[in-house]
């Protein structure tokens, strides 16, 4: 069993910049792909970039590219997700997940096995 818990959420302006952490607990968390969602007010869930095995392979959702950065630290078991230049369609509720037997950054949420609780994130204009 895994265990993702995520922080680092909270009220920021539009401009500004929050950096999200997802700890991880269980199973090796070093052997599999990780990746960031998001599910704003009223809308469905949605792809906002992940993260290979080994850290080196990421892909990013086209509204977060050139914004966003994410990283892993397979040694303290913790992904990242760095958000610079917010903007207040960003405001969503930011869920970490866990890719069981993937090793390179999945876009699909169907590909995740298991998600944590998720942390709002809201960009005032």
């Known amino acids: 069993q895994v265990q993702l818990v995520e922080s680092g959420g909270g009220l920021v302006q539009a401009g500004g910049s929050l950096r999200l952490s997802c700890a991880a607990s269980g199973r090796s968390f070093r052997s599999w792909a990780m990746g960031w969602f998001r599910q704003g007010p009223g809308k469905e869930r949605e792809f906002v970039a992940a993260?290979?095995?080994?850290?080196?392979?990421?892909n990013y959702a086209d509204s977060v590219k050139g914004r966003f950065t994410i990283s892993r630290d397979n040694a303290k078991n913790t992904v990242y997700l760095q958000m610079n230049s917010l903007k207040p369609e960003d405001t969503a509720v930011y869920y970490c997940?866990?890719?069981?037997?993937?090793?390179?950054?999945?876009?699909?949420?169907?590909?995740?096995?298991?998600w944590g609780q998720g942390t709002q994130v809201t960009v005032s204009s």
């Open positions: 997940a866990l890719a069981f037997g993937k090793l390179g950054p999945q876009e699909r949420a169907y590909e995740y096995d298991y």
């Open positions: 993260v290979s095995r080994s850290g080196a392979g990421t």
